[in-house]
Nanobody, 126 residues
Framework: QVLLVESGGGLVQAGGSLRLSCAAS????????MGWFRQAPGKEREFVAA????????KYADSVKGRFTISRDVAKNTVSLQMNNLRPEDTAVYYC???????????????????WGQGTQVTVSS
């Protein structure tokens, strides 16, 4: 059973930074793709970023390119999302997700991800 637990959310002013972490357990993740998604009130869940566990290859949504960085720590089984220059429109619940297929290319679709964390709230004030 894969377990994903997010942490690091909070309230920050526009232009500030936050770092989210996702602790993954229950499997060997070497063939997995790990992703971050977000969902704002009244909106659909959307892709933010993803990383291929083995090679470290990354993919980003256009809205966060140059501001967010996804990384993984293989020894600690964690995936992080460093978020800089935050904007009010980044306000959402952020979810960690895992795609066990290791598909190519990295998917941005929610239905391609098999496991999800409980989410962590990020609020950016203007």
């Amino acid at each position: 059973q894969v377990l994903l637990v997010e942490s690091g959310g909070g309230l920050v002013q526009a232009g500030g930074s936050l770092r989210l972490s996702c602790a993954a357990s229950g499997r060997t993740f070497s063939n997995y793709i790990m992703g971050w998604f977000r969902q704002a009130p009244g909106k659909e869940r959307e892709f933010v970023a993803a990383i291929r566990w083995s090679a470290g290859t990354t993919k980003y949504a256009d809205s966060v390119k140059g501001r967010f960085t996804i990384s993984r720590d293989v020894a600690k089984n964690t995936v992080s999302l460093q978020m800089n220059n935050l904007r009010p429109e980044d306000t959402a619940v952020y979810y960690c997700a895992a795609d066990e297929s290791g598909r190519r290319p990295i998917s941005y679709r929610t239905y391609d991800y098999d496991y999800w964390g409980q989410g962590t709230q990020v609020t950016v004030s203007s």
